[in-house]
Nanobody, 124 residues
Framework: VQLQASGGGLVQAGDSLRLPCTAS????????MGWFRQAPGKDRGVVAV????????YYADAVKGRFTISRDNAKNTVYLQMNSLKPDDTAVYYC??????????????????WGQGTLVTVSS
């Protein structure tokens, strides 16, 4: 499984950004997908998780109400829509995939495949 995240960039506080992550895999719907982020000097942590068909999602408290994870299984793509961005959202964002766990998959070690990361910088 190869994951390719994109869409990062420099934005101002309050702006929106959408990150797509495309998977090179035969059956994308076999995978739970997650978005993680790592800010400078901090550990990587979960942002959002979406189950195989998209029926269930999980969000970290810091992004709840501002970020939306979604997926299009026909396009092998998972999205992270980020609204009302804050400087604290500045980080490298990674997409990840696993076959198991559902929305309980929230730790780095729960995911088997990782994209290369895309940098989001939010200026104040």
């Amino acid at each position: 499984v190869q994951l390719q995240a994109s869409g990062g960039g420099l934005v101002q506080a309050g702006d929106s950004l959408r990150l797509p992550c495309t998977a090179s895999v035969r059956t994308f719907s076999n995978y739970v997908m997650g978005w993680f982020r790592q800010a400078p000097g901090k550990d990587r942590g979960v942002v959002a998780v979406i189950t195989w068909g998209g029926g269930s999602t999980y969000y970290a408290d810091a992004v709840k109400g501002r970020f939306t994870i979604s997926r299009d299984n026909a396009k092998n793509t998972v999205y992270l829509q980020m609204n009302s961005l804050k400087p604290d959202d500045t980080a490298v964002y990674y997409c990840a995939a696993t076959r198991v766990g559902g929305v309980r998959a929230r730790r780095d070690e729960d995911f088997d495949y990782w994209g290369q990361g895309t940098l989001v910088t939010v200026s104040s």
